[in-house]
């Protein structure tokens, strides 16, 4: 189905597989529109090459027929079936909404493999699986070996890799799980497994009715699978759409952050593990057989932490997503938002069709004031650019209703947007959600609420992004405008009360209190101007706009002792970057050293402990003389690791080559000359060191590491980021006598 302008339609292909329908539907152009329909999306896309041949317009011809059917229905992650149909293929079903919540079986999966080499790809060990349903747990692993020798009885030995393939095929389909989990699931293990079942000459059939798996391969080099009757869950691509971040997404470094434990096998780099594989493979089959098993097991157990799942099943419930559904914001917001359009008697804009005269600006950052404090309070809008979208009526139909010329009927946004007080979608949906989220605090049901917090505040990105068929740097702007106002005011406002505001962004205001004050005294002051920021708020819209207020402030922390940094090198204040001591005696960093992946662990070790000499005002000279000290003995040599990721091939870096890239092409000879697989030719995370010879890579390190390197480029900038406030240089503490000649 898709809509094509009235005056239009006569030009149409006169094809027996396509029909027209006048429609009481309009454009936001105000143009009438007929609906065209189709018998299959073949013949849709066929449609779409045709007119766009013709210089024909389309509308709506992009969305998926299964998405339109399911969005015009309001079925939301569930749906019920109006008869008791029985039949395993059902035509033209009838089917309602349903608020169906699932009890999946999952199935955990890791393969062991060779490490590849330049002339062999990687040569399959064991399949292994752990499953969990209601409570109970199942183990297996499938692997080549001598089906004689002792083992447990969760482990299978095959001599033919045939054998194990189709062993694990009639396993997986008895067991029957609902969701297979994994951890880079798609990315490596189905794709060397789908490569074996291919060269074995085996069905990949671990589809229900023993449908073969499909993978497909996306942009940026991603690979996308279809499993008839299943969902994949890459544990990965799941955190990640629940906004988790991590130094690293290593299955070691996110288990052991989220649950204190790792692999079986302590080793960092790949060629070790891969090392100590072979040799379990070879020598002790059982062993390699654990190790497989508690992969399988730390994926479960990162999925239970997590409540990932949960999440998931939540997301889908709100938006329509599938589980295993990668991104897609703008495609949730065109699920919820385009069956109302339509009721109100519009069709969607096409990409490319939005208002873009200019650029909508980015959220305020208010210039810092320097400096090292005593008693801050941050005071934080809750979900602000929901809460303007809300107050002020901000919608795509909104705006084309607004400026029909009502002006009575109208909120003036900004570049001359106007909103339609009561012809709206948007901020309806937002208030739904954001009951929703409140039930689910109430609840302590962290996965709705977490849900509900990423789609509320995605809205404000998609209305700004080109690629939203509902673009209009007008709607973007509307939001981002009234947050700079509404900042700025606030913090005149609490200047106004007698207070300094050091520093704003986005959403939030830091406001220094100019005297000491007892923890319970700061704490009083923070909910006295929360309420009173509140009070202000609804008294001030009610007035100047005749709206019900839906802004609201809250008290968020006190610092007991807090820097603002300078930019390095500069006197002027930074931005997104500070630090300080709550009064739950937490040290918070935000966008220094001790937070960035880029720096190295010494260098973070040192910030952490030096600030906390310097806030606790104790003596800090000696320990810094210290660090330098066990750093030429060698003995920090460990923590002396940078970590960069490469986002581009080697061969692309060719007038501009930083240190990352130096090392990495230092390790590509390296795999070469040993005759090892690349590892980061196509990009990638590389760990390097900094020598005397320049960057060199940990796998491969041949000269003495450049300590003076560290001391000035790691050591230095991080004691003197705060050291400025006390008048004292770095350099000055460690040798007087050098400084005095450097200056």
Same mark, same amino acid.
Request: glycine share 6%.
């Given at each position: 189905?898709?809509?094509?302008?009235?005056?239009? #339609?006569?030009?149409?292909?006169?094809?027996?597989?396509?029909?027209?329908?006048?429609?009481?539907?309009?454009?936001?152009?105000?143009?009438?529109?007929? #609906?065209?329909?189709?018998?299959?999306?073949?013949?849709?896309?066929?449609?779409?090459?045709?007119?766009?041949?013709?210089?024909?317009?389309?509308?709506?011809? =992009?969305?998926?027929? @299964?998405?339109?059917?399911?969005?015009?229905?309001?079925?939301?992650?569930?749906?019920? +079936?109006?008869?008791?149909?029985?039949?395993?293929?059902?035509?033209?079903?009838?089917?309602?909404?349903?608020?169906?919540?699932?009890? +999946?079986?999952?199935?955990?999966?890791?393969?062991?493999?060779?490490?590849?080499?330049?002339?062999?790809?990687?040569? +399959?060990?064991?399949?292994?699986?752990?499953?969990?349903?209601?409570?109970?747990?199942?183990?297996?692993?499938?692997?080549?070996?001598?089906?004689?020798?002792?083992?447990?009885?969760?482990?299978?030995?095959?001599?033919?890799?045939?054998?194990?393939?189709?062993?694990?095929?009639?396993?997986?389909?008895?067991?029957?799980?609902?969701?297979?989990?994994?951890?880079?699931?798609?990315?490596?293990?189905?794709?060397?497994?789908?490569?074996?079942?291919?060269?074995?000459?085996?069905?990949?059939?671990?589809?229900?009715?023993?449908?073969?798996?499909?993978?497909?391969?996306?942009?940026?080099?991603?690979?996308?699978?279809?499993?008839?009757?299943?969902?994949?869950?890459?544990?990965?691509?799941?955190?990640?759409?629940?906004?988790?971040?991590?130094?690293?997404?290593?299955?070691?470094?996110?288990?052991?952050?989220?649950?204190?434990?790792?692999?079986?096998?302590?080793?960092?780099?790949?060629?070790?593990?891969?090392?100590?594989? $072979?040799?379990?493979?070879?020598?002790?089959?059982? #062993?390699?057989?654990?190790?497989?098993?508690?992969?399988?097991?730390?994926?479960?157990?990162?999925?239970?932490?997590?409540?990932?799942?949960?999440?998931?099943?939540?997301?889908?419930?709100?938006?329509?997503?599938?589980?295993?559904?990668? $991104?897609?914001?703008?495609?949730?917001?065109?699920?919820?938002?385009?069956?109302?359009?339509?009721?109100?008697?519009?069709?969607?804009?096409?990409?490319?069709?939005?208002?873009?005269?200019?650029?909508?600006?980015?959220?305020?950052?208010?210039?810092?004031?320097?400096?090292?404090?005593?008693?801050?309070?941050?005071?934080?809008?809750?979900?602000?650019?929901?809460?303007?979208?809300? @107050?002020?009526?901000?919608?795509?139909?909104?705006?084309?209703?607004?400026?029909?010329?009502?002006?009575?009927?109208?909120? =003036?946004?900004?570049?001359?947007?106007?909103?339609?007080?009561?012809?709206?979608?948007?901020?309806?949906?937002?208030?739904?959600?954001?009951?929703?989220?409140?039930?689910?605090?109430?609840?302590?049901?962290?996965?709705?609420?977490?849900?509900?917090?990423?789609?509320?505040?995605?809205?404000?990105?998609?209305?700004?992004?080109?690629?939203?068929?509902?673009?209009?740097?007008?709607?973007?702007?509307?939001?981002?405008?009234?947050?700079?106002?509404?900042?700025?005011?606030?913090?005149?406002?609490?200047?106004?009360? $007698?207070?300094?505001?050091?520093?704003?962004?986005?959403?939030?205001?830091?406001?220094?209190?100019?005297?000491?004050?007892?923890?319970?005294?700061?704490?009083?002051?923070?909910?006295?101007?929360?309420?009173?920021?509140?009070?202000?708020?609804?008294?001030?819209?009610?007035?100047?706009?005749?709206?019900?207020?839906?802004?609201?402030?809250?008290?968020?922390?006190?610092?007991?002792?807090?820097?603002?940094?300078?930019?390095?090198?500069?006197?002027? $204040?930074?931005?997104?970057?500070?630090?300080?001591?709550?009064?739950?005696?937490?040290?918070?960093?935000?966008?220094?050293?001790?937070?960035?992946?880029?720096?190295?662990?010494?260098?973070?070790?040192?910030?952490?402990?030096?600030?906390?000499?310097?806030?606790?005002?104790?003596?800090?000279?000696?320990?810094?003389?210290?660090?330098?000290?066990?750093?030429?003995?060698?003995?920090?040599?460990?923590?002396?690791?940078?970590?960069?990721?490469?986002?581009?091939?080697?061969?692309?870096?060719?007038?501009?080559?930083?240190?990352?890239?130096?090392?990495?092409?230092?390790?590509?000879?390296?795999?070469?000359?040993?005759?090892? @697989?690349?590892?980061?030719?196509?990009?990638?995370?590389?760990?390097?060191?900094?020598?005397?010879?320049?960057?060199?890579?940990?796998?491969?390190?041949?000269?003495?590491?450049?300590?003076?390197?560290?001391?000035?480029?790691?050591?230095?900038?991080?004691? =003197?980021?705060?050291?400025?406030?006390?008048?004292?240089?770095?350099?000055?503490?460690?040798?007087?006598?050098?400084?005095?000649?450097?200056?």
């Amino acid at each position: 189905m898709a809509f094509c302008p009235s005056e239009q #339609a006569q030009y149409l292909p006169s094809w027996p597989e396509l029909r027209t329908a006048q429609v009481t539907l309009k454009h936001f152009n105000q143009e009438p529109a007929v #609906a065209v329909y189709v018998r299959s999306y073949k013949t849709l896309q066929r449609l779409k090459d045709y007119c766009q041949g013709q210089d024909i317009t389309l509308w709506e011809a =992009d969305i998926k027929p @299964t998405e339109r059917f399911t969005m015009e229905r309001f079925i939301f992650g569930s749906l019920a +079936l109006r008869d008791d149909a029985q039949q395993p293929l059902l035509l033209n079903p009838k089917i309602k909404p349903a608020n169906y919540e699932p009890n +999946l079986k999952l199935l955990s999966v890791d393969i062991e493999t060779s490490m590849p080499t330049a002339s062999q790809p990687e040569q +399959l060990y064991s399949i292994g699986f752990v499953g969990q349903f209601n409570g109970v747990s199942e183990k297996r692993v499938f692997m080549l070996g001598d089906a004689s020798l002792p083992r447990p009885i969760w482990l299978t030995l095959f001599t033919e890799v045939k054998d194990l393939l189709l062993a694990t095929n009639k396993w997986l389909q008895s067991y029957d799980p609902d969701v297979l989990i994994g951890w880079n699931v798609v990315g490596f293990d189905f794709r060397v497994l789908e490569r074996v079942y291919r060269e074995q000459g085996v069905p990949f059939a671990w589809g229900r009715g023993q449908q073969n798996v499909r993978l497909r391969d996306g942009q940026n080099n991603k690979i996308f699978t279809d499993i008839s009757g299943r969902v994949i869950v890459d544990g990965i691509d799941a955190l990640r759409a629940a906004t988790y971040q991590f130094e690293s997404f290593s299955l070691e470094f996110v288990s052991r952050t989220l649950l204190g434990q790792g692999k079986k096998i302590d080793a960092d780099k790949i060629e070790s593990r891969g090392q100590a594989i $072979g040799e379990m493979f070879q020598q002790d089959k059982v #062993a390699l057989a654990k190790y497989n098993l508690q992969d399988c097991q730390l994926v479960l157990d990162i999925f239970e932490h997590t409540q990932i799942l949960n999440y998931l099943i939540q997301r889908s419930r709100l938006t329509g997503h599938t589980l295993d559904r990668i $991104g897609g914001s703008v495609a949730a917001f065109e699920y919820l938002y385009l069956p109302k359009l339509h009721r109100a008697g519009y069709i969607s804009p096409n990409l490319g069709e939005g208002f873009d005269d200019f650029k909508a600006p980015g959220g305020f950052v208010m210039d810092s004031q320097p400096g090292i404090y005593k008693d801050v309070l941050v005071l934080d809008f809750k979900s602000l650019y929901p809460s303007i979208i809300r @107050t002020f009526k901000i919608d795509p139909m909104g705006l084309i209703e607004g400026l029909k010329g009502e002006t009575e009927h109208s909120i =003036d946004g900004f570049h001359g947007a106007k909103f339609h007080r009561d012809l709206h979608f948007l901020p309806d949906i937002i208030t739904q959600l954001w009951s929703e989220r409140e039930t689910a605090k109430k609840n302590k049901d962290a996965a709705v609420s977490q849900a509900i917090k990423i789609i509320m505040n995605s809205f404000y990105g998609i209305l700004g992004s080109k690629g939203c068929r509902f673009f209009d740097a007008r709607l973007a702007s509307s939001i981002t405008e009234r947050g700079h106002q509404i900042i700025q005011d606030t913090a005149k406002w609490i200047e106004q009360q $007698g207070y300094q505001v050091i520093y704003g962004d986005t959403d939030s205001v830091f406001v220094y209190l100019k005297k000491d004050h007892s923890l319970d005294l700061a704490k009083q002051v923070g909910k006295s101007l929360q309420d009173k920021l509140n009070n202000y708020w609804q008294h001030r819209l009610q007035q100047e706009f005749n709206l019900s207020c839906d802004l609201e402030i809250e008290f968020e922390r006190h610092y007991r002792h807090f820097l603002m940094p300078t930019i390095r090198g500069s006197e002027l $204040g930074s931005k997104k970057r500070y630090a300080g001591i709550t009064s739950d005696d937490e040290l918070i960093f935000k966008g220094l050293e001790a937070v960035r992946s880029d720096w190295t662990a010494l260098s973070k070790e040192i910030q952490t402990t030096l600030y906390l000499m310097i806030f606790h005002k104790k003596p800090y000279e000696d320990y810094l003389l210290n660090m330098v000290q066990e750093l030429k003995q060698g003995k920090r040599d460990h923590q002396l690791v940078y970590k960069k990721r490469i986002r581009r091939k080697l061969d692309e870096y060719v007038k501009n080559v930083p240190p990352q890239i130096q090392a990495a092409r230092k390790a590509e000879a390296f795999y070469k000359q040993h005759n090892q @697989t690349s590892q980061y030719r196509h990009g990638g995370w590389i760990e390097y060191v900094m020598t005397l010879a320049g960057p060199e890579p940990v796998e491969n390190i041949q000269n003495p590491l450049d300590y003076q390197h560290y001391i000035d480029k790691q050591i230095g900038p991080v004691a =003197d980021g705060i050291l400025y406030f006390l008048q004292k240089r770095f350099q000055t503490l460690i040798d007087p006598q050098q400084d005095i000649f450097s200056r």
